[in-house]
């Protein structure tokens, strides 16, 4: 079935580290990747989307390629802050007969001043 | 201001007690989804629907159903709450393939 894994549940890291949350997924058609940002005390929020093989899409210094090759669509960025503390979750929606929207299971990200 | 709003905010209710946790959207957006959201599992999805008058099941919605009365409107109702129920719930709104925005969530206790 139709599926997104994250394979960090949490991570660490202090400012100004690079990050990188992997995310994988599976699909019986040709899905759009998103990726969702959830502040505390919020509901989650889009980040960026992407809807074909090689898109990148990026926001707030945030960015991931769409990989239709390794069915991939990791989340990186250069240097993170202590305000980007958040959860992350990767998801996806595809028309299988009726669409389907798929969310992963989220990664707690801890930045450390 | 807010286009997806939720009410409660926050609700203790009794074992075996019936709770509804109400959704308001002005996006229009023909979809509506219910969730919830737990420590290591993430957002499952609980019940969704495709506009007034319809509602579907999604991936957990057994002890909940859901009422759709009108395109602004969309229900959560657990006629005998449990524990196990206890949670944070959101509301999100949407069309097909694209994004979904979501409401501010609902934390619910069942004592």
């Known amino acids: 079935g139709d599926s997104v894994t994250q394979t960090e549940g949490q991570v660490a890291l202090s400012e100004e580290d690079f990050l990188t949350i992997h995310c994988n997924y599976s699909?019986?058609?040709?899905?759009?990747l998103f990726w969702y940002v959830q502040y505390p005390g919020e509901g989650p929020q889009l980040l960026f989307r992407?809807?074909?093989?090689?898109e990148k899409g990026s926001s707030r210094g945030f960015e991931a390629t769409y990989d239709k090759g390794t069915t991939s669509f990791h989340l990186r960025k250069a240097s993170v802050q202590e305000s980007d503390s958040a959860v992350y979750y990767c998801a996806l929606s595809v028309n299988t007969g009726n669409y389907k929207y798929v969310f992963g299971a989220g990664t707690r990200l801890k930045v450390i001043a | 201001e807010a286009a997806v709003t939720q009410s409660p905010r926050n609700k203790v209710a009794v074992t075996g007690g019936k709770v509804t946790l109400s959704c308001n959207q002005t996006?229009?957006?023909?979809?509506m989804y219910w969730y919830r959201q737990d420590t290591g599992h993430g957002l499952r999805l609980i019940h969704y629907?495709?506009?007034?008058?319809?509602?579907e099941k999604g991936d957990i919605p057994d002890g909940y159903k859901a009422s759709r009365p009108s395109q602004e409107n969309f229900s959560l109702i657990l006629e005998l709450a449990t524990p196990s129920q206890t949670s944070v719930y959101f509301c999100?709104?949407?069309?097909?393939?694209?994004?979904?925005?979501f409401g501010p969530g609902t934390r619910l206790t069942v004592l």
């Open positions: 996006n229009n957006h023909n979809n």
């Open positions: 992407a809807s074909r093989d090689k």
């Open positions: 699909a019986s058609g040709y899905p759009t």
């Open positions: 999100a709104s949407g069309d097909a393939f694209y994004e979904q925005y």
């Open positions: 629907s495709y506009g007034a008058g319809s509602t």
